[in-house]
């Protein structure tokens, strides 16, 4: 739960900021040479089971466009916070493209 003393929509453009800088720290780190593939991992157990959560590589970094997108743009009774949706939907999606050209080249070699 966030404090009354932060509005919903800069919660939600901080947790997109992040989520684009997270997409392009790893894209720098590939093109480096010196970064892992993306990964998005999580475990939960209880009692009664386990589940687990992994993404990775271009996979993961679509995850996390595609949670940048549904934060800028808002759901159900949410305002966009993005007068225009394409250019940012198109950056993500070249950074998404990026990656994927990356991990297709590095594949080959």
């Known amino acids: 739960m ?15 900021a992040v989520g684009v800088l997270l997409i392009v720290y790893w894209l720098i780190e590939r093109l480096r ?21 992994l993404v990775s590589g271009t996979a993961a970094v679509v995850v996390v466009a595609a949670i940048v997108a549904v934060l800028l743009l808002g759901v159900g009774t949410a305002a966009p916070l993005v007068s225009n949706p394409a250019p940012v939907l198109a950056f993500l ?9 990356y991990e297709k080249e590095e594949s080959e070699t």
């Not at 966030?2 to 997109?16: D, H, K, N, Q, T």
């Not at 010196?34 to 959560?53: C, Y």
């Not at 999606?93 to 050209?101: Q, S």
């Open 93 to 101: 999606a070249l950074l998404a493209f990026a990656h994927w050209v």
């Open 2 to 16: 966030l404090p009354e003393s932060v509005p919903v929509e800069g919660a939600r453009l901080a947790g997109a």
């Open 33 to 53: 040479g010196e970064g892992h593939d993306p990964v998005l991992r999580m475990s939960s157990s209880s009692d009664t089971g386990s589940a687990s959560f």
